[in-house]
């Protein structure tokens, strides 16, 4: 098993620039997570879907984050504009039935520096 | 509240056994208790999880309270490799705290 995949590991982008970032979910998991660290705020749960279907987005932080699963193998990050706060590391995860009785498997993470 | 309270930071010996202790006193009767860890900005990796029963695997052991309130993890003989930061939170919320920095010393 080749674990959850994101991609790319590192982007460097300047403010107002769109972004997106990649994951493919580990076969067969039915949930996918989308969580941001920072040193100031630790890390923070954006987004989760069960089924590609989005069930709690109460932690985007603004209009300018979207997320989309449009397959089970798939999910997409997106950030528009793109601001010098939003510099994190973005860790995608999955796992059966939202993480109540399976554990969270995590991917590598994406390092986003905004300039 | 969602989130699990743990100590700010800890130190191990090499060789002995780390002990970590999590307070989770709002946990609901179904909700497990998963520990997680963290090495320098890696993915946060499963450790382990129970509901009632205390629960032993290759990576460590976990010992809930009866009354399920809190809860400790064991690394029996902790190594270098171990010096991590630890997250204890409660399954279903997936909201992490700001965990416990171990330190193994050698």
């Known amino acids: 098993d080749a674990g959850v995949i994101q991609s790319p590991r590192h982007e460097v982008t300047e403010m107002g620039q769109e972004v997106t970032l990649r994951c493919k979910p580990i076969?067969?998991?039915?949930?996918l997570f989308w969580y941001r660290q920072t040193m100031m705020r630790g890390l923070e749960l954006l987004i989760y879907f069960n089924n590609n279907v989005p069930i709690d987005d109460s932690g985007m932080p603004e209009d300018r984050f979207s997320a989309k699963m449009p397959n089970a193998s798939f999910s997409t990050l997106k950030i528009q504009p793109s601001e010098p706060r939003d510099s994190a590391v973005y860790f995608c995860a999955s796992s059966w039935d939202r993480g109540r009785r399976s554990p969270l498997h995590f991917g590598n993470g994406t390092r986003l520096t905004v300039t | 509240d969602a989130k699990t309270t743990q100590p700010t930071s800890m130190d191990c010996a090499e060789g002995r056994a780390a002990n970590l202790p999590c307070n989770h006193s709002t946990i609901s009767g179904n909700e497990y208790v998963y520990w997680y860890r963290q090495i320098h900005s890696q993915g946060p990796q499963y450790i382990i999880h129970g509901l009632k029963n205390n629960e032993t695997n290759e990576m460590a052991s976990l010992i809930i309270t009866e009354d399920r309130k809190s809860s400790t993890l064991i690394l029996p003989h902790a190594t270098l490799r171990d010096t991590a930061v630890y997250y204890c939170?409660?399954?279903?919320?997936?909201?992490f705290g700001q965990g416990t920095e171990l330190s193994v010393k050698p």
């Open positions: 076969s067969g998991h039915n949930s």
């Open positions: 939170i409660k399954g279903g919320k997936l909201i």
